[in-house]
């Protein structure tokens, strides 16, 4: 809750069971059965649907598994399924998408859950929040996630970046904070990860409705875009 800023009202934030998943996530992907290397690989989205509030401390039991795969146009994109259950009732389940760049064969049909975040036709501003200079450190030691594209200047630099970038998920977790979502509660969450944050920068929000985008400094393109709701929840069948 330091790290993001998240209300601290009793019950864990929507996004702390992927906290909680991310050893599960990075075992599956480095297992020597797993037929693709883990390095490289691209977060691309998040689909997460809590049914009702978890308290702070609560007993869980986590489950992850692949759920799916599909080749795309820029490689071969990865379901992983994970679901948080209390008392034997499932109260939490995500769907995080990655993906392995490469040629894999002709394109499949791509996710329906895609279809969850459309464009944002009309928007208010107003919302901002700095991404400290830091950050990519404080979050690692948080979630366990030590890539050095998040905490090193060397590997950002390596990879493309002009400086380290922050979390993908840090950055919703703190846009959740900002907007005072209403988590505590039945809700949804559907991320998609378009750009970098880089750390020491300002990140600016954009809203219609449940859609809401986040824009780098001057980047005129969203780097996340997102929905939040309350009703209608649907399910994270493909």
């Known amino acids: 809750r330091s790290v993001t800023g998240s209300a601290n009202d009793g ?18 992907a480095s ?40 080749v795309v146009d820029k490689g071969l994109e990865i379901d992983l399924a994970s679901t948080a259950e209390m008392d034997g009732q499932r109260v939490w389940q995500s769907i995080s998408t990655l993906l392995k760049q490469g040629r894999f064969g002709a394109p499949d049909a791509p996710s329906p859950l ?8 009309s928007t208010t501003t107003g919302n901002e ?3 400290p200079s830091d950050i990519g450190k404080q979050y690692a030691e948080v979630s366990g996630d030590y890539n050095p594209i998040h905490t090193t200047w060397i590997a950002a630099r ?13 950055t919703t977790a703190r846009s959740v904070a900002v907007l005072e979502l209403a988590t505590a509660s039945a809700c949804r969450l559907d991320v998609a990860f378009k750009g970098p944050v880089f750390v020491g920068s300002t990140v600016f929000v954009q809203q219609d409705g449940e ?28």
């Open 158 to 170: 390596l990879f493309g970046f002009r400086s380290p970038i922050a979390h993908g998920m840090w």
């Open 211 to 238: 859609r809401y985008d986040l824009y780098c400094d001057k980047n005129p393109r969203p780097v996340v875009c997102a929905r939040f709701c309350t009703q209608d929840l649907g399910s994270l069948d493909e």
């Open 114 to 121: 895609i279809d969850r975040i459309p464009k944002i036709e």
């Open 129 to 131: 929040f700095k991404a």
């Open 11 to 28: 019950h864990l934030p929507i996004l702390y069971p992927h906290v909680l998943m991310g050893s599960a996530h990075l075992r599956i």
């Open 31 to 70: 297992h020597e059965d797993y037929p693709l290397r883990s390095v490289g690989m691209l977060h691309l989205r998040n689909f997460i649907i809590q049914t009702e509030a978890i308290p702070d401390h609560a007993t869980l039991q986590l489950t992850c598994s692949v759920a799916a795969q599909r």
